[in-house]
């Protein structure tokens, strides 16, 4: 299994351009998150979504948007960068109820802003 | 809403010997899980050790093991005969049980090993 997959792996992008971070598991996983790793920092959940159709914001969620029109494909789209977007991205799956097993994590993307 | 606290922002210890990484975390439900991860230089988040609320026994995976003291909502992390690949940020995370299930992470702490 590839599990989930983050594409692309680096970025840089002007001030105002747009873009959509891709990310795509195979493990039919009903449950998608995007997280955000700010240098010296935690992750900071997005958005995430419970299944196709259905996204939800999470701690940090201006100046994003998501959609899930599929189980396989979470992808995060950023209209108007900022610099404050310069961070390092992570998706992650995994399915509900599967207890304390964790999440499975893409490798990340790291967007820089100039 | 639930919060994680990592005290020690850096850490480092000899080769061979042991070290524990310190989190404590703040929440209202009963039912919860804990997580340690492991980010190295290249950026993937390693799980580590997991831990759910309602089980009393401390988990253990190999040279790793927790001290879980639910009534003080600590969640302390030992590290057993250090190695040098042991290096790496390691973070403290917590998840709610059941509904969306999202993790909460503390802001790290990261380990060095001395060789």
């Known amino acids: 299994n590839a599990g989930v997959t983050q594409t692309p792996k680096f970025r840089i992008l002007k001030i105002g351009q747009s873009m959509t971070l891709q990310c795509t598991q195979d493990?039919?996983?009903?449950?998608m998150y995007w997280y955000r790793q700010d240098p010296g920092m935690g992750l900071k959940l997005i958005y995430y979504?419970?299944?196709?159709?259905?996204?939800d914001k999470g701690e940090v969620p201006n100046g994003y948007n998501v959609s899930r029109s599929t189980t396989e494909d979470f992808p995060l789209r950023l209209e108007l960068a900022a610099p404050s977007q310069t961070s390092v991205y992570f998706c992650?799956?995994?399915?509900?109820?599967?207890?304390?097993?964790?999440?499975?994590f893409g490798s990340g993307t790291r967007l820089t802003v100039v | 809403a639930q919060t994680v606290t990592q005290s020690q922002p850096e850490m480092s210890v000899q080769e061979a010997e042991t070290v524990t990484l310190s989190c404590t975390y703040d929440?209202?439900?009963?039912?919860?899980?804990l997580f340690w991860y492991k980010q190295p230089p290249s950026r993937q988040m390693i799980l580590v050790i997991r831990?759910?609320?309602?089980?009393?026994q401390n988990a253990t995976e190999n040279r790793f093991s927790v001290n879980f003291q639910k009534a003080a909502k600590s969640f302390s992390l030992k590290i057993s005969d250090s190695q040098l690949g042991d290096a790496a940020m390691y973070f403290c995370?917590?998840?709610?049980?059941?509904?969306?299930?999202?993790?909460?992470f503390g802001t790290g702490t990261r380990l060095t090993i001395i060789p």
């Open positions: 493990m039919n996983h009903n449950y």
């Open positions: 995370a917590y998840s709610d049980f059941g509904g969306n299930e999202k993790l909460t």
């Open positions: 992650a799956s995994r399915n509900p109820g599967q207890g304390a097993n964790g999440y499975t």
């Open positions: 929440t209202s439900e009963s039912d919860y899980y």
């Open positions: 831990q759910e609320a309602y089980k009393q």
């Open positions: 979504s419970v299944g196709a159709g259905i996204t």
